[in-house]
């Protein structure tokens, strides 16, 4: 691998003009504007990318200097990270969404010399804290509409930065040239870029990667999915998360594939549509969304189409991934899922947009399993992978043939992972960051002398595949007085992924066993009780009533034995559980604005519900202030039961044959 | 929030003159001697207490009323009285306050429709969907799309607008008067049953047409907040009579407009 590499391309602006050369004539990039899919090839790229480069070297765009690059996924604004790059200058792409202040810091903190945005709306961002810059030279805009009555002082227009680049393209003999060298002047050790992580608590931090880190990793991931110029990916994820960055950029010009930019955020689904992308990458929840959809339509949809559909996806749920992972199937299975295949798959892909997709990995969180056995159940190749910004994204995956829900692969190529004494796991590759920029205080907490990387995640080996389990973030595993570990998270994910169950709160640090706390849903469990003839007036009646006490020790019940057979968890089934009487929620501060439970508060808010879960008692009262959503506050009472549950004796996990 | 352009107040070239005008129906006099005039790239906004007569002007200014008296002089021209498909030719396009879009239609095709008069193919290549009438349709797609583009509504092109949400509605019903390129634009109540979002989203459409295309617009709004944000000059009417006319501030502070709002005992 290393001597492959060490003989290609280095760097991103000279896989640029690698790729002029390689691919002069093939689609490079595609922005779906009026209406109409626009291509640019690799050529029409390089002249793009090289007129902005020298545009935006003639407004002062030196070597070392940073480039902010704020808006949504546009071929100009890839453009203008490449032509930084040319320059030997450093891009820093900013989340689109995210509020002046914010941005004032990550602006500030980089130092950014000029900023390449959008719109409109990302220059008034930019122009309200522009007071608090003092590095910031220039604004280049690449939608003109609404400025026309602005200063234009420091506002420039991406057509008229590259008309000046061409104009010196025509008027110096040496201009190209110049370009060229300054490309061919870098080489991989040179800082590539600088990613903001988002950071849920602190400031945002800069993560600084190198070419090396960006570029290996890249072609290590093309390897193993054995990907080539012919893929077809869709970039509508942010800019400025490595994600994007990796899939949408770095791999592009790596492997020479196009990148689909879509017409508005909200049309996504349509343009992924009309392009049929091969390769994918998304968060859980955009995979959540696309079978939602699919789900309300269908309830929509007349008996005949509705019958054959719940048919159907009987089959694809019971033989569709084991033919997938090309195991042995009776003919008649086969037979009748090529007929599902015609009817219902191959429509429901094409409708996905999926209709030629060779791999599609989800990261970022948790996936359901319902969810992720859903789409492989259709044909489509999902997987899952673990990654993060310090490690060019790439820690594990799984390989095709090897996937299991609950878990997140293997090792990725070079990439080596080891688990902490403490659970936290650890990774070395070729991938690892540079540092934090300006904080190498916060690099040495995260990064080991000898180049380990501490996830904060703590996680596990699944002892019979070897596959890597995430469980819970490092800081919030605990331990049972007698030892065991104690992940709440993922005991609570598990309990979450029963459509029944909206929330859950785990106990057991520094416990003698594990309770739980249930949120039922509303809609789940009051369309089920609409089924089974239970009347209820209200939400606390509805989560105090005896059959639903009885489906929830169900589901919790299984989680047990599910978590008798995983290694390291198996000691931290559920003791005993209780059905909260109200809903969780962010106005009483039981949640955070992004709907994550505060664990701590709500031990602290419930103290009389804890403490009866763990003194044998077997009911509750308690009484609550609430905020009703006028802002006027009321007491709510309730008896609460508490259901005990057996646990299981740890087994010897068998291999899973991949249901 | 309206950085005044700075050749408006002082060239100020009027495009459209409304001298005098009178419209009864029956007994009930609907504008009693009304007059104001347009200039050319302003937003001019009318306002007045229910049943003021602020609709009843606007179709007087598209000739869908003939007013008993007065006179309308628009680019140059006078006339008594105006007719709708002279407007619409002369380049005066409006909106409605109750959303009169084709419900089964397509949006794109909503918008479409707004570029017939632009449209010179007969019925022959139209139905034939060939030859120089394919040519033209391309030329008017593209302009069409132009206008989706300008307003965002990428992602509803092909949804029947029957099933968009009232807010959306109201867009597509800008942009198929959008579509006739016009010089004048009326827009009724543009903003009526919107939410706050809504509102500000329409807002900065209106102010982005105007500073955009150079569009000359007059427009009826009850939101006070709306109007004196994005209109250059103000016509308040009471009862068929205009009882002010100026800029948002001097309307803001007559007593005669705070009276009619507020209501005075005589």
Known sequence: MTTVASMQPDTIPKLLLHNAVRFPARPAIRHKDLGIWQTWTWTDVHEEVRALALGLEALGLRRGDKVAVIGANRPRLYWAMCAAQAL??????????????????????????????????????????????????????????????????????????????????????????????????????????????????????????????????????????????????????????????????????????????????????????????????????????????????????????????????????????????????????????????????????????LSRIRVAYTAGEAIGPEIFRFFRALGINLKQLYGQTEASVYVTAQPDGEIHADSVGKPSPDVEVKIADNGEVMFHSPGVFLGYYKDPQRTAETRTADGWVRTGDAGFFDPVTGHLKIIDRAKDVGRLNDGTLVAPKYLENRLKFYPNIKEAVAFGDRRDYVCVMLNIDPIAVGSWAERNNITFASYAE??????????????????NRSLAADGPMAGAQIKRFLILHKELDADDGELTRTLKVRRGFIAERYRVLVGALYDGSSAADVETEVIFEDGRKGIVTARLKIIDMTTYAARQPVVEKAA | MRAPAPDQTAASEVILGVENVTLSFGGVAALRGVSFEICKGEIRAIIGPNGAG???????????????????????????????????????????????????????????????LKMRRGFFWQALRHGPALAEEVVHRRKVEEIIDF????????????????????RVELGRALAMEPDLLLLDEPMAGMNLEEKEDMSRFILDVNNHYGTTIALIEHDMGVVMDLSDRVVVLDYGRKIADGSPEEVKADQKVIDAYLGVAY
């Open chain 2, 54 to 116: 602020k609709t009843s002007m606007l179709n007087v200014i598209n000739g869908f009323y003939q007013p008993q008296e007065g006179r309308i002089t628009y680019k140059g021209r006078t006339r008594h009285t105006m007719r709708p498909a002279a407007a619409a030719r002369g380049g005066i396009a409006r909106t409605f306050q109750n959303v009169a879009l084709f419900a089964g239609m397509t949006a794109l095709d909503n918008i479409m429709a707004g570029r017939t």
């Open chain 2, 151 to 170: 307003l965002e509504i990428e992602a509803i092109r092909k949804v029947a607008v029957g099933q968009l949400p009232y807010g959306l509605q109201k």
């Open chain 1, 542 to 559: 509805l989560a105090a009533h005896p059959l639903v006490s009885d489906l929830l020790a169900r589901h919790v019940d299984e989680v």
């Open chain 1, 88 to 353: 030997g200058a450093v891009p820093v792409p900013v989340y689109a969404d995210s509020v002046a202040d914010e941005m004032a810091y990550v602006l500030d903190h980089a130092e950014v010399s000029i900023a390449v945005v959008q719109d409109q709306e990302q220059v008034d961002k930019v122009l309200s804290v522009a007071d608090r810059l003092k590095q910031l030279s220039y604004l280049v805009y690449d939608e003109p509409r609404g400025l026309r009555d602005y200063d234009q002082a420091r506002l420039k227009s991406f057509v008229d930065v590259q008309a000046s680049g061409r104009l010196r393209l025509a008027a110096e003999y040496d201009a190209s040239a110049s370009f060229e060298q300054s490309v061919a002047g870098q080489n991989g050790c040179d800082l590539a870029i600088v990613l903001y992580t988002s950071g849920t608590t602190g400031r945002p931090k800069g993560v600084m990667l190198s070419f090396d880190n960006v570029l290996i990793s890249a072609r290590n991931a093309i390897a193993f999915d054995q990907l080539d110029e012919n893929e077809e990916v869709i970039a509508y994820l942010p800019l400025a998360w490595v994600g994007d960055h990796i899939f949408s950029y770095a791999q592009s010009y790596a492997a020479g594939y196009c990148v689909n930019c879509p017409e508005t955020a909200e049309t996504v689904v349509e343009d992924r549509r009309e392009i049929g992308t091969t390769y994918a990458f998304a968060p859980p929840r955009i995979y959540e969304n696309l079978l939602t959809l699919t789900m309300v339509r269908m309830e929509d949809a007349g008996t005949i189409k509705r019958a054959m559909f719940g048919y159907f996806i009987g089959v694809a749920r019971r033989w569709g991934e084991k033919i997938l992972n090309r195991q042995r199937v009776p003919l008649t299975a086969r037979l009748l899922y090529g007929l599902g295949a015609l009817l219902v798959y191959a429509p429901l892909r094409n409708r996905f947009g």
